[in-house]
């Protein structure tokens, strides 16, 4: 390739990156605004692989990848599932698939904590308390958040507890909606330069 061809592929990638750079401040009164600068992600956790919030508390695999625990104790029941999200990310939702045995009623807690990386410092980020369905059978909440995250310091997790007392809720799916940032243009565009 003569120095000719590499100057011209380089002035058109200055020219695409600099065209593809700019966008006009304009304000539509319609349309929300749309952020460039994120992608959406969907992160699935089946029930079956939260982890225990306590070793004393019994559970067991329910049937398609739902997690129950028949422990009868004194203690509220809580799963955990760590998250891992890019550094940048903005947590959006949490949506918590469930299934109840049989008819019965009782609160249960959505948390989203963080943990700092170099030890001790914890905070709860968001709660949401919900009452359980009444009626037997699969449903699902969904958790509104609206939290950037800071990977570079923290560790993230989502915590569900369950009530006191028998198995009567099955915890089938976490999914976590995120937004995590796109990639630059310039990193696609890489291959095209080398030989």
């Known amino acids: 390739m003569n120095q000719k061809s590499v100057f011209s592929i380089s002035l058109f990638l200055v020219i695409i990156l600099v065209s593809t750079s700019f966008s006009p401040q304009v304000t539509h009164a319609q349309e929300p605004e749309q952020n460039q600068d994120f992608i959406a992600s969907f992160t699935n956790y089946p029930g079956i692989t939260l982890k225990a919030g306590d070793d004393a508390l019994t559970?067991?695999?329910?049937?398609?990848?739902?997690?129950?625990?028949?422990?009868?104790?004194?203690?509220?029941?809580?799963?955990?599932?760590?998250?891992?999200?890019?550094?940048?990310?903005?947590?959006?939702?949490?949506?918590?698939?469930?299934?109840?045995?049989?008819?019965?009623?009782?609160d249960y807690w959505i948390e989203l904590w963080r943990s700092y990386i170099s030890g001790g410092q914890t905070q709860l980020i968001a709660r949401e308390q919900f009452r359980r369905k009444s009626s037997p059978g699969y449903t699902y909440i969904i958790f509104d958040l609206d939290h950037d995250t800071d990977t570079s310091y923290w560790n993230y997790w989502v915590e569900v507890v369950l009530p006191k007392g028998p198995a009567k809720t099955a915890i089938c799916n976490v999914k976590v909606i995120s937004q995590i940032p796109a990639p630059p243009v310039y990193i696609l565009l890489v291959p095209l330069v080398v030989k």
Request: glycine content about 12%; aromatic content about 14%.
């Open 59 to 106: 559970w067991s695999n329910y049937g398609d990848g739902c997690l129950a625990s028949y422990y009868d104790g004194n203690m509220y029941k809580s799963f955990v599932a760590p998250l891992t999200l890019p550094k940048g990310s903005k947590i959006t939702g949490i949506v918590i698939d469930y299934k109840n045995e049989a008819e019965s009623t009782g």
